[in-house]
């Protein structure tokens, strides 16, 4: 598990998701050919080339009429989903079908959008719209038991990464129950309507790839709770309204809707106010917005960079603002590597003329209700960036709160926000304690701690231990040892929170 982690921990979400959609589409291609689906690969392949060539132009006219990046990825995204929700053509009228299907889903990006944020999944409501208006409806061939060990496979590892095995479990644990409930009620063969919904159904692709695509799904875990919930009632063969049966993309539409109602997502240009080197491989960006962000001191976005040649890991990633919601600028801080992505090479080069558009506000890594409740807060390099932001909020509101903070660097230098983090412990009363991993660049007047953070030091500094709420933020591997650690302390898994987003790398 460590070593399938690391591999998912280096790979960004949308080029995870790309390569599950591609071998299931080359599983589908060689079951075809050994005659397992009703279609041949030729068909398939065909489809699947036309889709792409359609969604890949759409989105690059449509990106340039509304004079936003465009996203190559979510285009190859979307017509990968499409060919395996809609049958493969077999004829010109079937080509019909899935060319209109492709230019409705890039369209309904740009067109069906509120404050430049896209409502509907739109492979999702592509479909719905075809079916009602030239008939041309989805017949999720991927929900077969043939595809199913590599639809198991593909959406584990989904799952995994997005960190949303819950959310994936709760929606297929609701269809199923409601479905036997439904069985039962009607006087259906229970055994039947399981091993359809199991077996014949999209329901684990439908999970683990559309429920959880993070920009139209709830921000927090409690929304995506309910709405795994909902979409997982309304995806039940059985429900109905006279004679308008319920389908899987009218379920993720109708979820889709309700929940933009309740936390309306939007997205905003950012444009450079200033550049400040806070460490030797640390930049703290500094950005206007075109409008005000209101979001929870903690939580993340989602960032567009347009740039030339982009490299396999794209042209999107997530940030933890930095900012507190009572400034008025966005603040990222973002460690460079010798061999970094050619997005972050284009952030480095940014001037004031770029911009950078922000959206899709989420997480949950945020401070509790009660301002009594004690807190540690356990930062690894860059993952100082929520604490920041909520340390920030705390100090402009005048808030005290019970707070340690342990922050671990490799080097001294490598130290940012030390302005905050002083005012934070002069004005507020946090404990701060630095810890220095590497003992050979221990400087000599140093007075912090050495060493990762272990058992020994958290019981060595922290006396009260198991009273307080922990929150990890860092790199991968050293939130899997805080977290080892503090379970090895007996400290409940309720207590400890971990910031994270799709698409670390």
Same mark, same amino acid.
């Given at each position: 598990?460590?070593?399938?982690?690391?591999?998912?921990?280096?790979?960004?979400?949308? $080029?995870?998701?790309?390569?599950?959609?591609?071998?299931?589409?080359?599983?589908?291609?060689?079951?075809?050919?050994?005659?397992?689906?009703?279609?041949?690969?030729?068909?398939?392949?065909?489809?699947?080339?036309?889709? !792409? !060539?359609? &969604?890949?132009?759409?989105?690059?006219? &449509?990106?340039?009429?509304?004079?936003?990046?465009?996203? +190559?990825?979510?285009?190859?995204?979307?017509?990968?989903?499409?060919?395996?929700?809609?049958?493969?053509?077999?004829?010109?009228?079937?080509?019909?079908?899935?060319?209109?299907?492709?230019?409705? *889903?890039?369209?309904?990006?740009?067109?069906?959008?509120?404050?430049?944020?896209?409502?509907?999944?739109?492979?999702?409501?592509?479909? !719905?719209?075809? @079916?009602?208006?030239?008939?041309?409806?989805?017949?999720?061939?991927?929900?077969?038991?043939?595809?199913?060990?590599?639809?198991? +496979?593909?959406?584990?590892?989904?799952?995994?990464?997005?960190?949303?095995?819950?959310?994936?479990? /709760?929606? &297929?644990?609701?269809?199923?129950?409601?479905?036997?409930?439904?069985?039962?009620?009607?006087?259906?063969?229970?055994?039947?309507?399981?091993?359809?919904?199991?077996?014949?159904? %999209?329901?684990?692709?439908?999970?683990?790839?559309?429920?959880?695509?993070?920009?139209? @799904?709830?921000?927090?875990?409690?929304?995506?709770?309910?709405?795994?919930?909902?979409?997982?009632? /309304?995806?039940?063969?059985?429900?109905?309204?006279?004679?308008?049966?319920?389908?899987?993309?009218?379920?993720? +539409?109708?979820?889709?809707?309700?929940?933009?109602? !309740?936390?309306?997502?939007?997205?905003?240009? /950012?444009?450079?106010?200033?550049?400040?080197?806070?460490?030797?491989?640390?930049?703290?960006?500094?950005?206007?917005?075109?409008?005000?962000?209101?979001?929870?001191?903690?939580?993340? #976005?989602?960032?567009?960079?347009?740039?030339?040649?982009?490299?396999?890991?794209?042209? $999107?990633?997530?940030?933890?603002?930095?900012?507190?919601?009572?400034?008025?600028?966005?603040?990222?801080?973002?460690?460079?590597?010798?061999?970094?992505?050619?997005? =972050?090479?284009? /952030?480095?080069? #940014?001037?004031?003329?770029? $911009?950078?558009?922000?959206?899709? +506000?989420?997480?949950?890594?945020?401070?509790?209700?009660? %301002?009594?409740?004690?807190?540690?807060?356990?930062?690894?390099?860059?993952?100082?960036?929520?604490?920041?932001?909520?340390?920030?909020?705390?100090?402009?509101?005048?808030?005290?709160?019970?707070?340690?903070?342990?922050?671990?660097?490799?080097?001294?230098?490598?130290?940012?926000?030390?302005?905050?983090?002083?005012? @934070?412990?002069?004005?507020?009363?946090?404990?701060?304690?630095?810890?220095?991993?590497?003992?050979?660049?221990?400087?000599?007047?140093?007075?912090?701690?050495?060493? $990762?953070?272990?058992?020994?030091?958290?019981?060595?500094?922290?006396?009260?231990?198991?009273?307080?709420?922990?929150?990890?933020?860092?790199?991968?591997?050293?939130?899997?040892?805080?977290?080892? *650690?503090?379970?090895?302390? *007996?400290?409940?898994?309720?207590?400890? =929170?971990?910031?994270?987003?799709?698409?670390?790398?």
């Amino acid at each position: 598990m460590k070593y399938i982690d690391s591999l998912l921990d280096r790979t960004t979400m949308y $080029r995870l998701v790309l390569y599950v959609l591609i071998g299931q589409i080359a599983m589908a291609t060689m079951l075809a050919f050994f005659n397992l689906l009703h279609f041949s690969p030729l068909a398939l392949l065909v489809s699947t080339a036309f889709l !792409v !060539v359609i &969604c890949w132009a759409m989105n690059t006219i &449509c990106a340039r009429v509304f004079q936003v990046p465009a996203n +190559i990825e979510s285009a190859f995204i979307t017509a990968l989903i499409l060919a395996l929700i809609l049958d493969p053509a077999q004829s010109p009228g079937g080509l019909q079908v899935i060319g209109w299907a492709a230019i409705l *889903a890039m369209a309904s990006k740009y067109l069906l959008a509120i404050r430049h944020a896209h409502i509907f999944n739109p492979a999702a409501i592509a479909v !719905v719209i075809t @079916a009602f208006t030239i008939g041309g409806s989805a017949s999720w061939w991927i929900g077969t038991a043939s595809m199913l060990p590599v639809v198991l +496979i593909g959406g584990w590892l989904m799952a995994r990464k997005l960190r949303q095995e819950e959310m994936v479990l /709760l929606f &297929c644990a609701v269809a199923l129950v409601g479905t036997l409930v439904l069985a039962l009620y009607s006087g259906k063969t229970l055994s039947t309507e399981l091993s359809y919904l199991l077996f014949q159904s %999209p329901l684990l692709f439908f999970g683990s790839i559309m429920l959880t695509e993070p920009l139209t @799904a709830p921000p927090t875990r409690t929304l995506r709770r309910l709405n795994a919930a909902l979409v997982g009632i /309304l995806f039940i063969p059985l429900i109905h309204i006279g004679s308008l049966y319920s389908t899987p993309e009218l379920a993720l +539409i109708t979820g889709n809707a309700l929940f933009y109602l !309740v936390s309306p997502s939007k997205k905003v240009l /950012l444009k450079l106010n200033k550049k400040l080197r806070l460490a030797p491989q640390i930049v703290d960006f500094v950005f206007k917005p075109s409008q005000p962000l209101a979001f929870t001191p903690g939580q993340y #976005m989602e960032f567009t960079l347009e740039h030339q040649r982009p490299d396999s890991r794209g042209n $999107r990633r997530y940030f933890t603002l930095a900012s507190s919601p009572t400034e008025p600028t966005v603040r990222l801080g973002v460690r460079f590597y010798k061999h970094s992505s050619s997005f =972050k090479r284009a /952030l480095y080069r #940014m001037d004031g003329k770029a $911009r950078l558009v922000a959206g899709q +506000i989420a997480g949950d890594f945020t401070l509790p209700d009660d %301002p009594s409740e004690k807190l540690v807060f356990i930062a690894g390099g860059i993952g100082i960036t929520p604490f920041r932001s909520m340390l920030k909020y705390l100090l402009d509101t005048q808030q005290r709160r019970d707070i340690v903070l342990i922050y671990a660097n490799k080097t001294a230098e490598e130290i940012v926000y030390r302005d905050t983090l002083d005012a @934070a412990h002069s004005r507020l009363g946090v404990k701060i304690l630095y810890t220095l991993t590497d003992p050979a660049a221990v400087p000599r007047n140093w007075t912090g701690c050495v060493g $990762r953070v272990n058992e020994q030091m958290i019981l060595r500094t922290i006396p009260d231990y198991d009273e307080r709420t922990y929150y990890l933020s860092g790199p991968p591997e050293m939130v899997r040892a805080s977290e080892q *650690a503090l379970k090895n302390m *007996a400290v409940s898994g309720h207590q400890v =929170k971990k910031d994270f987003f799709p698409g670390l790398v």
